[in-house]
């Protein structure tokens, strides 16, 4: 029995029309003489500039003079330095001052790929059958930086229909002030390698809970009262981009799905958010939470972290830990087991390991490996496609297997229900290899995928083509489980 896998005729590709306001800055002294030119200009000059800005823009931003109102509010610090009261500056020469900061970014102008896929929080209004899903994509643009970006679909039956994109992007709004844990804190910076005599006085003197704004006083004491080597402001520093790493941020009311961009937030993720699996986690009380583990890339080394949201308009971010929260392909399982959080990994960059935990941040309890490459189309590396999807016959684990000439393809691996360490079958061939139309992209003979969902029978897997654009895919559940279960695990 050959496996019947059902290509939809959908791509999504990088589309360069799609692009945000950013703030930009060009380095302290070349910024003042910039604003000084803007301050001997006339206010009939000023003026004109403005609403020759507000005519080319306004149609290709929500609010475009309120995002330059907020740049000039960034740089009121030079103007100061000019021995000028910002706020006597007249509306125009502030919005001026702003646009010089600003510039546009095409967030997906190089790919869109790496998808994955939920259920949409809001479900009203449907027919019958019909259900929203919420599909995120790794974009990628200039410099070659990754933001996280949305796409919101209708599945309707076996027929999966993209909705149509919004016509502004919006970045999310960073909320000051997300509430760090103490305990928790000290966990992290203490396989950080920081000298406790360096980090206990300091968080001796914060309460059980505190923010980055309660943190960073303290610090800056310290730093003032002791004569610290060079090394050890080096660590303090760590410590402080640590408390920044834990961020709330929002999105406008007024915002689709698909105009929020997650754009990198900390100088751990400058480089790029890369790769979300998003799960919907259901409680012991019966609720759910979305979770997204992404890995932060600061254009040297990786962060795994973790989005938490109840509505995708209001996210929680913070870093992932412990000796086994290591390397790329986090994968949180949509409930706990046996009590224990858990989560599919690769700690050794080859293999694909299963992980357990009381804390959904701190993974150093228990970790194992459940496959190995077997197979000639993942002899090189195996990892997951997502995380674990629950059926009555096991745990469906869509997995990557990487072989000869760097070609990726999809695996599929069926786990024990109640003991997900237990293998109980998996493809022998590939669920899913690149055709020749999806060969050519960014990196050639790629299909990828960070997450399916399963409606009744039905699975549906959104999968990127070559690192370049995405496609959707769908598959009968049952007529894959048979065909696992066809090669049971020995």
Not at 155 to 160: I, R
Not at 338 to 365: H, L, P, Q
Not at 429 to 450: A, S
Request: contains cysteine; negative net charge.
């Amino acid at each position: 029995m050959k496996l019947s896998v059902n290509r939809l005729p959908i791509l999504v590709s990088p589309d360069s029309k799609r692009v945000f306001a950013r703030y930009f800055f060009y380095g302290e002294e070349r910024a003042m003489g910039i604003i000084q030119k803007v301050l001997d200009m006339s206010e009939q000059e000023v003026e004109h500039l403005v609403k020759d800005i507000l005519r080319d823009f306004s149609r290709r931003h929500r609010r475009i003079s309120n995002l330059l109102i907020k740049h000039f509010d960034k740089i009121k610090f030079i103007i100061e330095k000019l021995e000028i009261e910002p706020d006597n500056l007249s509306e125009w020469r502030k919005l001026l001052i702003g646009a010089y900061f600003t510039m546009e970014y095409s967030i997906e102008s190089a790919a869109i790929f790496n998808p994955s896929v939920v259920e949409d929080p809001d479900q009203d209004g449907l027919d019958e059958g019909q259900k929203r899903l919420i599909i995120s994509f790794r974009a990628t643009g200039e410099g070659h930086i990754s933001s996280l970006v949305f796409r919101r679909a209708l599945l309707d039956g076996n027929t999966v229909k993209l909705l149509p994109s919004g016509r502004f992007i919006d970045e999310a709004e960073v909320i000051k002030g997300a509430t760090l844990h103490k305990k928790e804190f000290e966990k992290i910076i203490e396989q950080m390698n920081i000298d406790s005599k360096l980090y206990k006085p300091i968080l001796n003197m914060l309460p059980e809970t505190f923010s980055y704004a309660n943190l960073k006083p303290i610090i800056f004491e310290f730093f003032e009262k002791n004569n610290l080597t060079l090394e050890e402001q080096t660590s303090l520093n760590e410590l402080r981009w640590l408390a920044k790493s834990f961020l709330e941020i929002r999105f406008s009311l007024d915002t689709d799905i698909s105009e929020r961009v997650i754009f990198p937030l900390s100088k751990y993720e400058m480089k790029g958010i890369e790769d979300a699996r998003f799960v919907k986690f259901r409680h012991d009380d019966g609720s759910c939470t979305y979770y997204a583990t992404y890995t932060a890339y600061d254009g040297f080394s990786i962060m795994p972290k973790l989005l938490e949201t109840k509505d995708f308009y209001h996210f929680h971010v913070r870093p992932l830990h412990g000796k086994y929260a290591v390397d790329k392909n986090l994968a949180l399982f949509p409930e706990k087991i046996n009590g224990k959080y858990a989560m599919i990994s690769r700690i050794d960059g080859v293999n694909t390991y299963i992980m357990f935990s009381e804390s959904i941040c701190c993974w150093d309890e228990e970790a194992r490996i459940l496959l190995r490459p077997q197979y000639h189309w993942e002899l090189i590396q195996i990892g997951n496609g997502g995380s674990p999807i629950k059926t009555d016959r096991g745990w469906l684990l869509i997995t990557h297997g990487v072989g000869p000439m760097r070609k990726y393809c999809l695996g599929a691996y069926l786990l024990d229900l109640n003991d997900p360490t237990k293998v109980l079958g998996r493809l022998k061939e590939p669920l899913l290899i690149p055709t020749e139309e999806e060969r050519e992209g960014y990196v050639p003979n790629v299909v990828y995928t960070c997450g399916s969902y399963l409606n009744d029978n039905l699975l549906v897997i959104p999968y990127a083509v070559s690192d370049y654009a995405s496609k959707i895919a769908t598959i009968e559940l049952d007529h894959l489980i048979d065909k696992i279960l066809e090669n049971p695990e020995k």
